[in-house]
């Protein structure tokens, strides 16, 4: 494990995400390796608006209250254990730019391809946030992810920057499970679980030797699932840049990410059963 105290600055350089970027400064590590709350009263970003704020119930959502009936997944039966995998950016979104002039979109709908197909040979059903190079805002994602009453949502980033698979959990501070909840918000009520699945992630990661970062970062998608949800974002197993072993272009270092994130999801079966 390996502890970050400065502000993790690889996590989606494209500048559709420059406001994420900004938030991060609100993260914090502490020495001993455990998650910090954000440091400051985060009511900046979202208390001063609270009010105005449309409150509803956090299975729908702005996007999910408009659109949401049409075109998200029809939800399996409750009791089925559920991923989400949300590919992010797409469309006009097209992330980072990486190594190779490859698009970072392109690599977390590939990915997340890749993903589901490991999930549904072990018997998880998945619930994706895109199926195509298409653009899906925030709220969209956050829908859908709301809709499918998943046990683990993934939201799946990549960067050229870093190293080895770095896991960023919402910095909201945890709040009790209410039956209305402002949207914005709604993660909060989800961090704790949020924390024990990144942990679950961090230790089989670490345990195929692939090398973690762990985070705390505010991303408008995420602080609005309901669900036990981390940002993954893939970065190279072997920085150097002269040797393809362990790149992101790398298909084997693809596949062993893919195989350890399959396999933590398969532990957080067990695990992540909600009460
Ligand atoms: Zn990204």
Redesign the pocket.
Known sequence: MRWIKAVPRW??P?AA?AKWLIRHERATFNRAGRWTQPPRNRSSRSGGTIGALLVVAAVFGPAGLAAGAQSAPTPPPASRYMVVLDA??GGEDT??TLDGGHL?KSF?LAFSVKLRSLLAARGIGVTTTREQDATVDAERRAAIANHAGAQACLSL???DSGLGVHLYVSALAPAQPARFTAWKTAQAAWVTRSLALAGVLDSTLQHNNIPVILGRTALPGIDSMTCPTVAV?IAPENPSGKDTTGSLDDPDYQAHVAEALAAALLAWRTEGRQP
């Open positions: 996590l989606c494209g995400e992010a950016h992330g980072a970072e977390t980033h990549a960067s974002e």
